[in-house]
C-alpha cells in the first residue's frame, strides 16, 4: 500500500487512529473509508484505496474508538451509534484539513457500508455514497435466525452484560463456523474469507464483547435512506449469506439517485483479491466520475 500520513481526530473524547493517502496532484475530492463488523481499515481495502489514491483522490480511513489504535473501551465493542458518532467526527475532521478537497464522499463496506447511508441521511455536506455489500437491516436478519441459535446469543450476550458490571468482559468470536459456538458472523465460508484478509501483525483479535451483538442487532439504516440527498452507488452479491438482496434493493428504491450494482458473487468476493475486486473497483470510479465532474 501507498505510503501515508499517520493522524487522529477526536470523536467524543476518543482519539480515532487515522491515515491520510494524498494524491500526485490536487485532490479531486476527498473519500473516507473505515471497516467493515469488527474490522480494521487495513482489512482487504488496500486495492480500492490504492486506486482512488491513483485517480487522483485523497483518502482518509480510520479505525473506530475500540479497535486498532484507537482509544477506547471495552476493546473491540460494536456498537453502531457510536460508530455512526465516529463517522461525523471523521467528516468534521476532513473538512478541517487545509490538504484535501471539501468535495466529500463516504465509502463503506458490510456494516460500514449501512453506516455511510446513515451518516448522508444525517449531514447535507456529503456529495457522494459508496456502499459496498452494505448491511440495510438488522430486522430481516433477526427473522430469519436459527432460533435456538438466536437464543444461545442472547444467554452469551446477557452473560457480558452481567459480567461487565465487575469490569471483565464475557466475549466471543467475530467470525467462525459452525463448530465455533456463538460468534457474531457463522456464514459459510465467511471464516476462512474474513480472516483471509486479516492483517496479523496489527493490534486485532477475532473477539467481540457478546453484548455487541444486542446494540448491533437493532441497527436499521433504511429507515433513514430517504433522507440521503446525494447520490449514492451501491454494490450487492447475489449469493451473499449475510447481507439479504430484498433489503439491499428496498433500501436502493428509497433514494432519490441510487445506482444499484449486483455482482455475482458472496460477500468478500469485493475486497482485496475478490472475484469482483477489479471490477468492483472499476464501477465505483466510474460512478464518482460521473458524479462529481457534473
Known amino acids: 500500500m501507498s505510503n501515508y500520513s499517520e493522524m487522529n481526530f477526536n470523536s467524543k473524547g476518543f482519539q480515532c487512529e487515522a491515515a491520510l ?22 482489512f482487504g481495502n488496500s486495492s480500492a484505496i490504492t486506486a482512488f ?36 467526527a471523521a467528516i468534521d475532521f476532513a473538512t478541517s484539513l487545509d490538504s484535501v478537497s471539501n468535495t466529500l464522499v463516504l465509502w463503506g463496506s458490510s456494516l460500514s457500508g449501512g453506516h455511510v447511508l446513515s451518516a448522508a441521511a444525517k449531514v447535507d455536506n456529503v456529495n457522494a455514497v459508496i456502499a459496498q455489500v452494505p448491511h440495510c437491516s438488522s430486522r430481516s436478519a433477526m427473522q430469519g435466525a436459527n432460533k435456538m441459535k438466536l437464543m444461545a446469543t442472547v444467554m452469551h450476550a446477557l452473560a457480558d452484560k452481567l459480567v461487565s458490571i465487575v469490569g471483565a468482559r464475557h466475549r466471543i468470536a467475530i467470525v ?3 463448530h465455533d459456538g456463538a460468534c457474531g458472523l457463522n456464514y459459510p ?4 474469507a474474513y480472516l483471509n484478509i486479516v492483517d496479523d501483525t496489527l493490534n486485532w483479535q477475532n473477539a467481540i464483547p457478546a453484548s455487541s451483538l444486542l446494540t ?6 433504511i429507515d433513514t435512506a430517504e433522507q440521503i440527498n446525494c447520490p449514492v452507488f451501491m454494490a450487492y452479491g447475489d449469493q451473499d449469506k449475510g447481507i439479504l438482496m ?13 445506482e444499484l450494482w449486483k455482482f455475482n458473487g458472496d460477500h468478500f468476493d469485493c475486497y482485496d483479491n475478490g472475484k469482483v475486486n477489479q471490477l468492483c473497483i472499476d464501477k465505483q470510479l466510474a460512478f464518482l466520475g460521473d458524479h462529481l465532474s457534473a
Open 21 to 42: 493517502f494524498m494524491p500526485q496532484g490536487e485532490p479531486a475530492a476527498t473519500v473516507i473509508c473505515a471497516p467493515g463488523f469488527g474490522a480494521l481499515w487495513q
Open 53 to 88: 489514491q491513483k485517480a487522483g483522490y485523497a483518502v482518509l480511513a480510520f479505525n473506530y474508538r475500540g479497535f486498532g489504535d484507537s482509544e477506547g473501551l471495552p476493546r473491540q465493542f460494536i456498537n453502531p451509534s457510536e460508530q455512526l458518532d465516529d463517522w461525523l
Open 176 to 178: 467462525g463456523d459452525e
Open 189 to 192: 465460508g465467511w471464516k476462512h
Open 216 to 221: 448491533a442487532g437493532n441497527y436499521n439504516p
Open 246 to 258: 430484498a433489503d439491499v434493493e428496498a433500501t436502493a428504491a428509497k433514494i432519490t439517485r441510487c
